[in-house]
């Protein structure tokens, strides 16, 4: 882990805890504090019930040592789908032993998690499916209830990642996406399947299952990864959030644009190649090739239909006409223009989807006051062949319920 | 911000040596966001733009898609007007440290760009004045790092950057400023337990030993940039599930190196109210480089520039380690308390800590203590019952009255061959009753 990465996690505990967006808008008060070193605690009360128990490596047999242990309870509400919600955890020591108290009564999955081992309910998290082979366990108040866990070795996907001059990428996020998912694509956002909201968020064991990033050498690992299908998918950020452009006065433009390129070496997710897992195997030799050069920038601006005068902020995003899977998105900037590098040739369908804020001063961050105007969405459709495009002139129209007032939404 | 992931929360425990740090760093990152905005003029006022190639020394080649930082020269942006606060005082007081230090932070302007597939960037509408330039990219020790590396010990303002290159922004110019990144040094090795089981998904620090003393100077370290750069003051990697780690992009210099054990992070949640008071007592144990608890007794590894080291492994022994254990009561009528920290500090170290919190009978157990002599303290005790105050947050924690308090006490323990019982406590009653404590309250 990098140390860019401790600082998203440092960042993400106050964040998850405040409740996203809303810290970065108000940015002169304070998300809480870390709750860590306060002062002598109190032990609550032992009401509830206590889940006690052991977890075993299945490979070696040896006790999983600090292995993560996690209680989940299923909601009562399944008109969209299973969810779940978290009810506590606790760390096995070195015997492998574990004890969880002050957890309210009721039926509980248990699952570990522990690097290099399968945790079905990471597993369940990746595939939006509902848990599967977890048994229950019910809990009485006062009482205790034991459990002892076998985790099965995952399999293994490493290689190497390069740019076409051979040069590694380093400390890029690398992932394997299952081919076949759940109901939803988007986990605790209304969709079919749920992880218990915010806190589910901050405390999801195994979240970053089939994740990993790329070292100094390009290389990277993947463990602890179920039987399945799945394609591989390196991304690339090419620009910083908060970055200064010629064309802008910088700050926040929406999300940083990110090219996915897929195993072996395609930003088509059509023609990505299929990593299928059947055991513990170990597949040393899935390497990328990020090929860049000779890629192509998309430009373009938007402008008011009415009166022609540039719109300064909104979304575009694109996808491949013939591979509605591929899709790449960036902001408007301030002066009205977008721009999207690194396209390969192709026919794609672009989305302008504008505003007019009101003019940031610096002080009116978070909420000075204003009226933002939205437009309707408009899409074009463009051929990239073998040169940089520039679009034609977006025209957008006001939307029906265009005005907003932003005295107290976040800005981007 | 979809690509924040949730974080384990003992790893953030693990890897911050204290609460200012960790402070600092969170509010340092949310600042690299609000860092243009505060350093906005007015939208008529001139900006000036820096642009630049960044290449890698060791291929000759452009660094592709590599951070770049402007941050203001010390000298030539308003000093705060606010004194950093110690380690207590943050303790005390989370939300007003946050708050301080963003108004230090809010005071260093701080740019960052990326460089394209042909190395080259350009940052336009910068507030006029002098900046730091410099240039991370991950297997390469960053200029700032390596400046910082340079300055004596204790320097304050623009002596913390020694040799650091330098643009002067202009309005309506274009200030030129082309880097070369040089290759780190590059450390691999294994954490196993004694008996050779791998310790997986463990942190590992490697840290400077000449930096690592400035480290706790909060002057310093309040307004030194160097803290949230990948090998400002150390570099930090995770274990994999082999047990293998590769810290990368090392400056030369003398380093330690120490794996962290997150022995206990349990918590529960009832009813969405979250009970945090088992994670309070998360006591991660450090073991340096080669097989050491105490910091003196870590193997001092040399790097030089761009070297490679494949054999610096860590052995993690809990076996010759013990538990100390016992009851916090009234001195009164000898009732056990509800609430109480006891910490255990090495005589002989004073940085080698171990505590735990009592449970609801005033019982307590401190595990993996290594033999030695230690001082108990208990800085406190309390009678507390639930808070009957409805939470209505988001997030919301398990709070509690405290109905009486108890004053401090302290002992001597030593641990030797086997498990130490009824180390057991009698605290005073105190005068004043102490605060609620509520976790919901900012």
Known sequence: ?412 | MRELRAAHPDRILADMPSLDRRLFFATAVLLIGTAIPHAQQPADAPGGTVSGVVTCADTQRPAHFASVTLMRVPEDRPTPAVKPMTDKETAADPAAAMKLASARMGAMTMVQARTGLDGAYSIANIPLGDYYLSATQPGYVSSLAVARAAAPPGAKGKAMYPGLTVVHVQANHTAHGDLILGRGAAVMGTVAFDDGAPAGEVTITIENVDMAKTDDDPDVAGDDAAMMMPGGFSIVAVTDDRGHFRLAGIAPGDYVMHTTLQLNANFSIRAGVMDTSTLDMASPLEFYFPAAVHKKDAGKITLTAAEERGDLNITVNLNGMHSVSGRIASAVDHHGLNEAMVELTDAADKNFTRKAVVDATGAYTISYVPSGTYTLEVPGGADTEPSKKKPGGLVNFASTHTLKSYDGASQQVIVDATDVTGVNVELKESKATTQDLDRNDE
Request: proline share 7%; with cysteine.
């Open chain 1, 1 to 412: 882990m990098k140390q860019n990465d401790i600082l998203k996690a440092v960042l993400s505990l106050p964040m998850a805890l405040a409740g996203a967006g809303a810290v970065l808008a108000q940015n002169v008060q304070p998300p809480p504090a870390p709750r860590i070193q306060a002062p002598p605690q109190p032990a609550t009360p032992q009401i509830g019930g206590t889940v006690t128990g052991h977890v075993y490596c299945g490979d070696t047999q040896r006790p999983a040592r600090f292995a993560d242990v996690e209680l989940l309870q299923q909601g009562t509400n399944t008109t969209r789908g299973p969810n779940y919600q978290n009810a506590g955890r606790g760390r096995t020591a070195l015997d492998g032993s574990f004890t969880i108290t002050g957890v309210a009564a009721g039926d509980y999955y248990v699952s570990a998690t522990m690097s290099g081992y399968i945790s079905q309910v990471a597993v369940a998290r990746m595939t939006q499916q509902p848990i599967a082979r977890v048994p229950m366990t019910h809990i009485d108040a006062g009482r205790s209830a034991d459990v002892v866990i076998t985790m099965d070795r995952g399999a293994v996907v490493s290689g190497r990642v390069t740019y076409d001059d051979g040069s590694a990428v380093p400390g890029v996020s690398v992932r394997l996406r299952p081919l076949t998912t759940g109901t939803t694509t988007s986990m605790g956002n209304g969709g079919g399947f749920q992880f218990g909201g915010i806190l589910g968020g901050l405390i999801a064991f195994g979240s970053d299952l089939g994740m990993g990033e790329t070292d100094d050498r390009g290389i990277y690992r993947l463990t602890g990864i179920a039987p399945g299908k799945y394609s591989l998918v390196v991304t690339v950020q090419t620009e910083t959030v908060g970055q200064g452009r010629a064309s802008g006065r910088g700050g926040f433009r929406g999300p940083p644009p990110l090219l996915n390129v897929y195993a072996p070496g395609t930003m088509r997710k059509a023609d990505a190649q299929i990593v299928e897992i059947r055991g513990g195997e170990t597949d040393d030799g899935v390497d990328i090739r990020v090929a860049l050069n000779g890629l192509h920038t998309v430009q373009g601006r938007v402008e008011s239909k009415a009166d022609g005068h540039m719109l300064n902020a909104g979304t575009v995003s694109l996808a491949d006409a013939t591979d509605s899977g591929t899709t790449r998105s960036t902001g408007i900037d301030p002066d009205g223009t977008f721009r999207m590098e690194y396209l390969p040739p192709g026919t794609y369908n672009v989305t302008v989807t504008g505003q007019d804020r009101p003019p940031d001063t610096g002080r009116n961050r978070g909420g000075g006051g204003g009226t933002t105007v939205r437009y309707q969405a408009v899409t074009q459709t463009i051929t990239v062949a073998d040169s940089d495009l520039t679009m034609d002139p977006v025209q957008a129209t006001v939307a029906a319920s265009a005005t907003t007032s932003t005295a107290n939404s976040p800005s981007q």
